[in-house]
Structures are given as structure tokens and as C-alpha cells.
């Protein structure tokens, strides 16, 4: 926790949680259906968690699910990571 905690700014505006374990460090509990959250945004409550946990600020913060399931569905992913950056005010091409 300490860890992970050092490494988040105040500048840090969204999170992304990749996979189960992140998922148990960020929420201290375990995500039922993994599967079933895979691309999806953090609910209030959860965001609320995070934030609580790490002393943050994020605004916005999604469960990615493993990373290596990312290719197994390219389109969503994609899609997906296009809406995490237009709100993270990040450029993104159309």
C-alpha cells in the first residue's frame, strides 16, 4: 500500500485497475465476476474506495480486467480506451 501510494499524484485524475489483484489491492475485497466488470467504469462507491484508500483525487477511474484479455476483445478495448483518455483530456485520434 505504501508502494502504491507513493506513486499516485495529485495531478492523477482517472485510475485504471488491471486484473483481480488490483482490484483486491485498490478495494481491500475481492471482485465477484471479474469477467462480467472487464472494460467498465468504477461505480461512485468505488471510486470513493479508491480515493479513501490512497489519500487521491481521482476523478474517474475504470476495472480493466487482465491485461492480456485486452486482444482478445480489440474493438471494445479500443473503445473503451478512447473514453478513458477523452477524460483524462488526453488527444485522441477520431
Known amino acids: 500500500m505504501k508502494r502504491l501510494t507513493s506513486e499516485i499524484s495529485s495531478t492523477h485524475q482517472t485510475v485504471l485497475i488491471c486484473g ?5 489491492a485498490c478495494m481491500d475485497e475481492k471482485l465477484a465476476s471479474p469477467a462480467k466488470r472487464e472494460l467498465t467504469a468504477l461505480t461512485p462507491e468505488e471510486l470513493s ?6 489519500k487521491a483525487s481521482f476523478t474517474s477511474g475504470w476495472y480493466m480486467g487482465h491485461t ?9 478495448t479500443t473503445r473503451t480506451l478512447r473514453t478513458i483518455a477523452r477524460s483524462a483530456g488526453w488527444e485522441t485520434e477520431p
Not at 483481480?20 to 483486491?24: C, E
Not at 492480456?68 to 471494445?76: D, F, G, K, N
Request: no cysteine.
Open 49 to 54: 474506495r479508491v480515493n479513501q484508500r490512497f
Open 20 to 24: 483481480a489483484s488490483a482490484y483486491l
Open 68 to 76: 492480456r484479455r485486452w486482444l482478445m476483445r480489440t474493438s471494445e
